[in-house]
């Protein structure tokens, strides 16, 4: 295979994985703003807010990497903006439960699809993709813990958690397909 | 929106049609050689034209080598001189091979016909665009000038459409070919490339849907001065760089106007704010005494 064909293939993997990256960012702001909308005076609200400004540094080092590496954002960006709030702010309505439930539902398959993304930069040649693995790494490790400070505030006590559960993590996987090519 | 549109665009894009060349032939010879090899058995053979079908499907193109691209590139490059003659059509591609002591036959490694010759042209003259808006940057930042974003993505529209000029006899068909449907997925491709490129160098740092909205309305710059550049008969076209200048001047001023309804929008929606606050609070005012009629 040649060179040329090599470097197009690397070329439109980290397209691919900058561009829902930073997609995948501004949804959790923006889900995490929707439920401070809603349960900011409470007292999860300051834990929410915490977790709020670590996505905004992800997206923030996002941003940046699209300018960078010439990476064409997703189309469908003002599409999730106002999607995450609405489920952020749609979750939080059902109780501090619900924002939780949905806070761990996104996380896991964050987590996942950032596991997905270090396994295929270092097919692809981990000497070259070294900085942006360590990123993706400290990134997936702050996502983890957010999943887990979600469990610690009783996401699974809330309403119908298995349900909601499943049909948040459809729909973010749903995102992350379309998000990847559009 | 195709997938493979809006990124940093590849820098060559001829695919390998199923014509293939001869070495890739080689390839599916195994399988030509089973078909036609056993004649009295043949008609035994049409029973499992199920597996024949399936055998085809199976058959996968082997990817285009890199020998395979140069010479493709070298008959191209050859078959531009003869457009004036032939159109950019399969005559053109026979002449430029025969120009390098090549068999017509070679033709056949170009199965969109003219396209292919119309999109090599496109993609080299993106490629020198490139490299003189990379030249420009550098000029720019030795002088420790900034960039003027206007005068630049004006010189950049009007650099491009200049190495159109040698061919603008012909460029008409070359317009036409781009529009086939077949052809659709690459022109726009090719037009992503030139507005991209133009955008990066002039400095753009945009990252969220601006990027589109920046891009759109240079291509839409760019394409309707290409036409109006076609039908130009004003000396060294300046009428079209007239057009382009005002087409840029249209695309500023819509982004003003942008700008100024979302002020008036702000402004007007907290004007209705305070005036439903205020309405809400009239029930509060006390009604004034009234006077008490008997007393004089």
Not at chain 2, 25 to 43: D, E, K, P, V, W
Not at chain 2, 76 to 101: C, D, N, R
Not at chain 2, 240 to 245: A, G, I, P, S, V
Not at chain 2, 276 to 282: A, I
Request: aromatic letters at 8%; one cysteine or more.
């Amino acid at each position: 295979i040649s060179q040329r064909a090599k470097d197009e293939k690397t070329r439109k993997l980290l397209s691919r994985i900058i561009r829902v990256d930073q997609a995948g960012e501004l949804g959790a702001d923006r889900i995490y703003a929707g439920q401070i909308a809603v349960l900011g005076n409470t007292p999860v609200g300051p834990i929410i807010q915490e977790m709020k400004e670590q996505e905004q540094e992800h997206l923030e080092t996002f941003n940046k990497l699209i300018v960078e590496k010439r990476v064409r954002p997703t189309a469908l960006l003002p599409l999730w903006n106002i999607a995450g709030f609405a489920l952020g702010a749609g979750t939080a309505l059902l109780g501090k439960e619900g924002a939780m439930a949905c806070t761990v539902a996104v996380e896991s398959v964050i987590g996942e699809h950032y596991n997905s993304q270090i396994r295929d930069l270092m097919e692809d040649d981990p000497e070259k993709h070294k900085e942006l693995i360590k990123k993706l790494s400290k990134f997936r490790d702050d996502e983890l813990h957010h999943h887990d400070t979600g469990l610690e505030h009783d996401a699974e006590k809330a309403p119908m958690y298995d349900a909601l559960s499943q049909v948040i993590k459809v729909g973010c996987i749903g995102a992350i397909w379309l998000s990847e090519r559009i | 929106m195709s997938t493979s549109t809006g990124d940093r665009n590849p820098p060559q894009d001829t695919s390998s049609g199923p014509g293939g060349s001869a070495s890739s032939q080689t390839s599916n010879g195994g399988y030509n050689t089973q078909r036609t090899g056993q004649g009295a058995q043949y008609s035994d053979e049409l029973d499992n034209s199920e597996d024949l079908v399936s055998e085809v499907e199976e058959e996968e193109m082997p990817e285009e080598t890199e020998e395979e691209y140069q010479t493709k590139q070298a008959v191209l490059k050859a078959s531009l001189p003869f457009v004036h003659q032939y159109g950019w059509t399969k005559k053109a591609i026979v002449a430029g091979a025969e120009s390098l002591g090549m068999p017509s036959m070679v033709h056949g490694m170009f199965p969109r016909g003219g396209a292919e010759l119309v999109f090599y042209f496109y993609e080299e003259s993106n490629k020198e665009l490139e490299s003189f808006l990379k030249q420009k940057v550098t000029e720019l930042k030795e002088k420790d000038e900034k960039i003027k974003t206007g005068p630049f993505i004006h010189d950049a529209i009007e650099t491009r459409l200049r190495m159109i000029i040698p061919y603008i006899d012909k460029w008409p068909q070359a317009m036409a070919i781009q529009t086939l449907p077949q052809n659709a997925v690459q022109s726009w491709t090719n037009l992503s490339r030139v507005v991209d490129d133009i955008w990066f160098y002039a400095g753009d740092k945009s990252n969220d849907f601006n990027w589109y909205t920046k891009r759109g309305s240079l291509a839409a710059v760019y394409k309707s001065t290409e036409i109006y550049l076609i039908q130009d008969r004003s000396e060294d076209y300046t009428d079209t760089w007239n057009f382009l200048e005002n087409r840029l001047e249209d695309v500023v001023s819509a982004g003003h106007l942008a700008r100024n309804l979302q002020e008036t929008n702000t402004v007007l929606s907290e004007g209705a704010k305070g005036f439903c606050v205020m309405v809400s609070q009239v029930p509060t005012i006390p009604k004034p005494t009234e006077p008490n009629r008997n007393d004089k």
